[in-house]
């Protein structure tokens, strides 16, 4: 399902949205938490994402290869030291079938960002080894990539994300414009989330997409949280979002705690909005979810999208957000 085309502003639109719709449910595969090395699958998520905003690579090929990545290791045990080059294989794959090939990172940069670590005897890969490795994950998914991810539906919901009659704080909004700009920011920090953690595999990616949306909105105070145009697009009522949107909006809480002690200046002291999402706690009451990882070898490269409230006044509100760089530059001086 390469898509270097903008296919959410065609004509067909629709009909194309409803055949990735049939195909992710045909193509839907349990996904048990079964892998020995699930341990390690946040350091090697993790890993992915620097590699994806080192090499500006798109979202789609992220999607694509922490999928690959995901299903693979469910079923085949990797040796230890070849989980890194599992990893490479992915990428290279989902950016040779999303994007193109030239676009695919050349081996000895991808080597040069592998960490060090005194467990593990990684060394530098070889281009027979790496060869050897996307065959063995072709073999694995029988050559089809064609696999829809969140990255693919998210660009379609954001077309309606945003309208003229909604209200913040029961306020009408006063430029549609600038709100759009923050909904797309917090909606690629959530679909961030939904890669880190494996529990959001058992949902499907066009409702991870879509809580992904209905998260944002809730971040921003929007009302109504899922409007009429969300609902009739993407088919989802907001009671079927409910369980995803609450586990974003929990690992988001997470998130924020865990990085207060970044030392990142706000430009305004309502850094970090209060979330109230009574009407989540009524109609859901969240699993107690174990997330049995290891420490990671590195420090996570977090993409926290870190929030402030945002006023009517548009022109005196700004909205800081820290590229992973800087958090990750930040982590290292402390």
């Known amino acids: ?13 629709e009909d194309i949205y409803d055949t990735m719709r049939k195909k992710e449910q045909d193509n839907f595969t349990t996904y048990n ?4 090395q699930l341990w390690a699958r946040r350091q090697l998520v993790d890993w992915i994402s620097v590699i994806v905003e080192n090499f500006n690579l798109d979202m789609t090929s992220h999607h694509l290869a922490v999928y690959l990545l995901d299903f693979f290791m469910e079923k085949l045990e990797v040796d230890t030291n070849h989980l890194y080059l599992l990893a490479i294989a992915c990428i290279c794959l989902a950016v040779k079938y999303e994007e193109h090939c030239e676009k695919r990172p050349r081996l000895a940069s991808l080597n040069a960002f592998i960490p060090s670590h005194g467990l593990l ?9 790496l060869r050897s490795m996307e065959l063995t994950v072709l073999s694995y998914f029988n050559w089809n990539l064609s696999i829809p991810t ?19 704080n029961g306020i ?6 600038v709100v759009e700009s923050y909904v797309q920011k917090h909606t690629h920090y959530f679909q961030e989330i939904s890669l880190q953690e494996h ?17 944002s909105r809730i971040c921003l105070h929007l009302t109504p949280t899922w409007p ?6 993407s088919g989802y009522y907001i009671e079927e979002l409910l369980p995803c949107v609450h586990t974003m909006i929990r ?49 996570p490269p977090f993409t926290s999208v870190e929030y402030t409230s945002f006023h009517d006044d548009y022109n005196k509100s700004v909205m800081y957000a820290p590229t992973k760089s800087q958090v990750i530059a930040v982590g290292r001086e402390s």
């Open 150 to 168: 969140c990255a693919q539906f998210l660009p379609y919901y954001l077309l309606v994300a945003v309208d003229n009659l909604d209200l913040r």
């Open 1 to 13: 399902m390469a898509m270097t085309v903008e296919w959410w502003k065609d004509k067909v639109a």
């Open 228 to 233: 009429k145009s969300l609902e009739l697009m």
């Open 33 to 36: 938490c079964h892998s020995t």
């Open 121 to 129: 005897d990684i060394r530098k890969y070889t281009a027979s080894e």
């Open 199 to 215: 529990t959001f595999r058992s949902y499907f990616p066009s409702m991870i997409a879509a809580s992904c949306i209905a998260a």
């Open 251 to 299: 690992l988001q809480q997470q998130d924020k705690q865990q990085h207060s002690d970044v030392q990142v200046v706000p430009s305004n002291p309502s850094y970090y909005p209060v979330i109230q999402t009574p009407f989540i706690e009524s109609l859901y009451k969240p699993a107690v979810i174990q997330t049995p990882f290891m420490d990671s070898l590195y420090k």
């Open 172 to 177: 009408p909004i006063s430029s549609k414009e």
